[in-house]
């Protein structure tokens, strides 16, 4: 099975840098995603890592430590429209995604 | 990237109805779907993977008599929610993985591309 833990909630301020971390323990690993979802809404995808290191597009990184099982979102440059919830999710060796519970990001002017 | 659609988007039903939601690939075929289901403030929960062709996998504490799934075509998959409760009241996601005929593909390539979601509501 998964698990998968992620904080339930974080403030930030217009501009500033937030970094959501992600830890998680998996029978199975074959990748580790992270979504955007906005309430209401299906997720949409951000980023991918499969081996250790960081990948950046844009404003949005993440980073990854298949040793420490450990991985984290970082968001610049917060803009109001980035207030969503992320999810932290992995993937297992038959390409099914386990999800964490979802962090709620509020960018606050 | 791939358009996945979702039919309706919400729909209310009684008690003791049955309800289908239908799942499409627009743009490309998808041999897998997944269908997921989150309740307020929770995340998704895998209930089933659908393949074409196939019988449906459901995951552990998923009653596979209640919630039917077809995927009929490589393009449809279809959820039923059979003799619906209040506690069934959910959002319904369902997602589709396309597989690359021939050649080399990143793996990224094999994320899940997402439908808008269904919102169900028994009364």
């Known amino acids: 099975g998964q698990n998968i833990d992620q904080p339930t909630e974080m403030t930030a301020t217009e501009g500033a840098i937030v970094q959501i971390n992600c830890t998680y323990q998996t029978s199975g690993f074959n990748g580790l995603f992270w979504y955007q979802q906005h309430a209401g809404e299906a997720p949409t995808f951000l980023s991918y890592?499969?081996?250790?290191g960081l990948e950046e597009k844009g404003r949005f990184s993440s980073f990854l430590s298949r040793s420490k099982g450990y991985s984290y979102l970082l968001l610049k440059e917060l803009q109001m429209k980035d207030s969503a919830s992320y999810l932290c999710?992995?993937?297992?060796?038959?390409?099914?995604?386990?999800f964490g519970a979802g962090t709620t990001v509020t960018v606050r002017a | 990237g791939a358009v996945v659609s979702q039919h309706p988007s919400w729909v209310i039903c009684k008690s003791g109805t049955s309800v289908k939601i239908e799942c499409r690939s627009l743009?490309?075929?998808?041999?897998?779907m997944f269908w997921y289901r989150q309740f307020p403030k929770q995340s998704l929960m895998l209930m089933a993977t659908s393949n074409e062709g196939s019988k449906a996998t459901y995951e552990q504490g998923v009653e596979k008599d209640k919630f039917l799934i077809n995927h009929a075509s490589l393009t449809l998959s279809t959820l039923t929610v059979t003799s619906a409760h209040p506690e069934d009241s959910s959002f319904y996601i369902c997602s589709a993985r396309v597989i690359p005929l021939g050649g080399f593909v990143e793996q990224s390539s094999y994320e899940q591309y997402f439908g808008p979601g269904t919102r169900l509501t028994v009364t």
């Open positions: 999710a992995v993937r297992d060796g038959d390409y099914k995604l386990s």
């Open positions: 743009d490309f075929q998808a041999t897998t």
């Open positions: 890592n499969v081996l250790d």
